[in-house]
């Protein structure tokens, strides 16, 4: 089944890092801007967003700490995410933007 399949998700204490990563069908990703959202709470939040040639935004809420990037060649998107909080602790997505069909996502929890 082609779907949007994330990964590197796991268990780190506050101030660790992780890297995650997103691989999409190459329909979804070549040429689109890809984002990487986060749910805690019930609903889902947008915390990232990379064009197709490169270009970046954050939501403040991870601005300075996280970083998006791709690889087109490989049609992998990824998120280095560093100075982990317990705050960030979600299960996170990552999608083609405008939308397409959702993955299983990857669990991060960070502990105190």
């Known amino acids: 089944q082609v779907q949007l399949v994330e990964s590197g998700g796991g268990l780190v204490q506050a101030g660790g890092s992780l890297r995650l990563s997103c691989v999409a069908p190459?329909?979804?990703?070549?040429?689109?801007?890809m984002g990487w959202y986060r749910q805690a709470r019930g609903y889902r939040e947008f915390i990232a967003r990379i064009?197709?040639?490169?270009?970046?935004y954050y939501d403040d809420s991870v601005k300075g700490r996280f970083t998006i990037s791709r690889d087109n060649a490989k049609k992998t998107m990824y998120l280095q995410m560093s100075s982990l909080k317990p705050a960030d602790t979600a299960v996170y997505y990552c999608?083609?933007?405008?939308?397409?069909?959702w993955g299983q996502g990857t669990q991060v929890t960070v502990s105190a």
């Open positions: 999608n083609r933007i405008p939308n397409w069909t």
């Open positions: 190459e329909n979804i990703f070549s040429g689109n801007d």
């Open positions: 064009s197709s040639s490169g270009a970046t």
